[in-house]
């Protein structure tokens, strides 16, 4: 089993839509939460942190379950721009070691 | 400009022929990691730094070698590269290791090895 689990999709989705990733992590000494965003053949970059008390950046929000050890991403208003792939990520001994998800692939259409 | 910069991006090479792919970072980060991906796995971490002279494995260490020497560096080396070490490599750089600290990553490396 792997350590960082998500759904590959792709997703397919109209503008406007409301969209939901899940993630689940198996190592219950994880610490930190992450999802990135990743362009195709791009290098990730940070899209939020993901905190207990869950937090929100405009149409993004994101939520963090540690007794199921499970991670969500909500995108509302989906915009052409938010194709990409989504990745969860899950730290562990001190913020040193960094497990990656596989990602999930969405696609929004016009 | 902040950046992470790896040389070089694009690299074939052989079975066996030693390769070093360089990395480095201008934002005085303390914490330096290097990834593979690969299709349907994701990121997979080879090796990590938390400072100078201070490096320790991840998932993936087998055939790779770093070094810390200097603070902005950290190279990955391989010393007899095998075709299933073909693969998309980033770099990243962190201010410190510990709990919530963003990594910025490099443009990628991609090593195709015959």
């Known amino acids: 089993r792997k350590e960082v689990e998500q759904d590959p999709g792709p997703f397919n989705v109209p503008e406007g839509a409301t969209v939901a990733f899940n993630c689940t992590y198996s190592n219950s000494a994880s610490q930190s939460f992450f999802w990135y965003r990743q362009d195709c053949r791009k290098e990730p970059k940070l899209l939020m942190s993901v905190y207990s008390s869950g937090n929100e950046d405009g149409r993004f929000t994101a939520q963090l379950n540690r007794a199921s050890q499970y991670i969500s991403l909500l995108i509302r208003d989906s915009k052409l721009s938010d194709s990409a792939t989504y990745l969860c990520v899950v730290t562990s001994s001190g913020g040193f070691k960094t497990i990656f998800g596989a990602g999930t692939r969405l696609f929004v259409k016009a | 400009e902040a950046q992470v910069t790896q040389n070089p991006r694009y690299l074939i090479t052989v079975t066996g022929k030693k390769l070093t792919v360089t990395c480095s970072q201008n934002?005085?980060?303390?914490?330096m990691s290097w990834y593979r991906q690969d299709p349907g796995l994701g990121l997979r971490q080879i090796y990590y730094s938390m400072n100078v002279e201070v490096t320790d494995k991840g998932d993936v260490p087998e055939g790779y070698k770093v070094s810390r020497k200097e603070k902005r560096n950290f190279p990955l080396i391989l010393e007899s590269p095998s075709p299933n070490q073909t693969s998309l490599y980033f770099c990243?750089?962190?201010?410190?290791?510990?709990?919530?600290?963003?990594?910025?990553f490099g443009p990628g490396t991609r090593l195709t090895v015959l």
């Open positions: 990243a750089s962190s201010l410190i290791a510990g709990d919530y600290n963003e990594q910025f």
């Open positions: 934002m005085n980060h303390e914490y």
